[in-house]
Nanobody, 120 residues
């Protein structure tokens, strides 16, 4: 059974930084891609960032230039470095994994989510 466990969420002031981690139960190299989604209160779920097995990345427009996704295959972990955080980044962030990845395809696996709150 695939397990994705997020950590690193919390409360941060506007302009601050956080790093989320997603630890997978098995080798992340077995997934075509891994990524992060978020859902803010009253809003639809949106893609934040994705990284393919080959290291290619894709970012949502609202986070480009501020967030960076990376992966450590040896640790079976994916990271999301979030800088210059804004109140509108407040959401539950979900780690995800695709068996087959292409733009617009829904992930096959999901973590439980971690809350990120940006507030002064």
């Amino acid at each position: 059974q695939v397990q994705l466990v997020e950590s690193g969420g919390g409360l941060v002031q506007p302009g601050g930084s956080l790093r989320l981690s997603c630890a997978a139960s098995g080798s992340i190299f077995s997934y075509d891609a891994m990524g992060w989604y978020r859902r803010a209160p009253g809003k639809h779920r949106e893609l934040v960032a994705a990284i393919t097995r080959g290291g290619g990345t894709n970012y949502g427009d609202s986070v480009k230039g501020r967030f960076t996704i990376s992966r450590d295959n040896a640790k079976n972990t994916v990271y999301l470095q979030m800088n210059s955080l804004k109140p509108e980044d407040t959401a539950v962030y979900y780690c995800s994994a695709w068996r087959i990845y292409y733009s617009g395809r829904t992930p096959d696996y999901w973590g439980q989510g971690t809350q990120v709150t940006v507030s002064s």
